[in-house]
């Protein structure tokens, strides 16, 4: 097996965010599940919502593009496989993350749909309820992976957002082939519990059958996985079907559990939460750059919580402070 040339290669939706204010009663108005995820189906649902916000605030996001985001803002090497439409937002959302020095270069998707756009609202409480309309990153086919890449990194990172939609769900399974072929790690981050309660069973198939090294999830998705309201019991029968699970429980910090034996780190304090958009995107980032780095579990997971913490003092899901001073002042 050939050293790595990459650090994280990962796949997932490529999204451009809409960040704005709102309060609880837009919320309720809209019918909206407050700290959600909804899907958008349509061009004009997404156009309806977005004339209704406020002024808002544009920054490419998607979930695992967040995390290389972070991850390349550490000093990592990284890629990303996503698909954009030939539009405005699609050169946006390269240009973004190109500049960060990620490898992106999935060819454009020609025609309708537009490129993803992910309607964010943060209410006064810092919690963000999202509206996604995936656009053409739901199009994202096997044949435009590129396999040379995905066998260049260590680790192969997947959000199961993207797991939703037939086209990416095979060329995601096609990518986990490819990597274990080249004998790297695969990362799966299981994103949103709608997520688990539409694909729980071909999530627990993934982790039956051995794909899956590395397993990021909350503590309501663990719960959800398992189908129970014991946390502790969910981490148990969770932790013993993969070598690797990381679980992030927001103001009680993070838990991991390696080859049976349970690492624990608590929040970092912050002053407030201004925005809680990608802080679990940031806590992948750092605990996916402390394993790169060969960093042991505990490092790795305060690198997680020094990262989630500087993301929801901000608006926006990607690191606005340099983070390599934050993360060596918090391990020295």
Not at 131 to 151: C, R, V
Not at 299 to 316: F, K, T
Request: hydrophobic residues 45%; charged residues 25%; contains cysteine.
């Amino acid at each position: 097996m050939s050293e790595p040339a990459l650090d994280i290669v990962a796949i997932g939706n490529a999204i451009v965010d809409v960040i704005a204010q709102a309060d609880d009663s837009f919320i309720a108005s809209e019918g909206l599940s407050k700290g959600a995820m909804q899907l958008l189906f349509t061009t004009e649902e997404a156009e309806a919502l977005y004339a209704k916000m406020g002024p808002g605030v544009e920054a490419s996001g998607g979930s695992a593009a967040n995390t290389v985001a972070g991850i390349a803002a550490l000093g990592g090497r990284t890629g990303f496989i996503g698909q954009v439409a030939d539009d405005q937002l699609g050169k946006v959302f390269r240009h973004d993350i190109t500049a960060l020095g990620v490898a992106f270069d999935t060819p454009e998707r020609a025609g309708e749909p537009a490129t993803a756009r992910c309607l964010i609202l943060v209410t006064p409480d810092g919690e963000r309820t999202m509206n996604t309309f995936l656009g053409a990153s739901q199009y994202l086919p096997a044949s435009a992976l590129d396999e040379a890449l995905i066998e260049s990194a260590a680790i192969l990172y997947l959000e199961g957002y993207l797991w939703d939609p037939e086209e990416p769900r095979a060329a995601m399974d096609r990518a986990i082939d490819i990597a274990k072929g080249a004998g790297r790690r695969v990362a799966f981050t299981l994103s949103d519990g709608f997520c688990v309660d539409r694909h729980r069973g071909d999530f627990l198939t993934l982790l039956d059958e051995g794909r899956i090294d590395i397993l990021f999830a909350n503590e309501d998705e663990i719960k959800s996985l398992q189908e129970t309201g014991d946390f502790d019991a969910a981490v148990a029968a969770t932790a013993a079907k993969t070598p690797l699970l990381v679980v992030t429980r927001s103001a009680k910090g993070a838990i991991a559990v390696k080859d049976g034996e349970r690492t624990e780190v608590g929040a970092e304090p912050i002053d407030r939460v201004v925005d809680a958009t990608g802080a679990g995107d940031q806590f992948a980032a750092g605990f996916l750059a402390g394993q790169a780095e060969g960093r042991g579990i505990a490092d790795s997971l305060a690198m997680g919580a020094v990262c989630a913490a500087e993301v929801i003092q901000h608006y926006g899901p990607r690191p606005e402070a340099d983070l390599k001073p934050l993360v060596k002042e918090r391990l020295g």
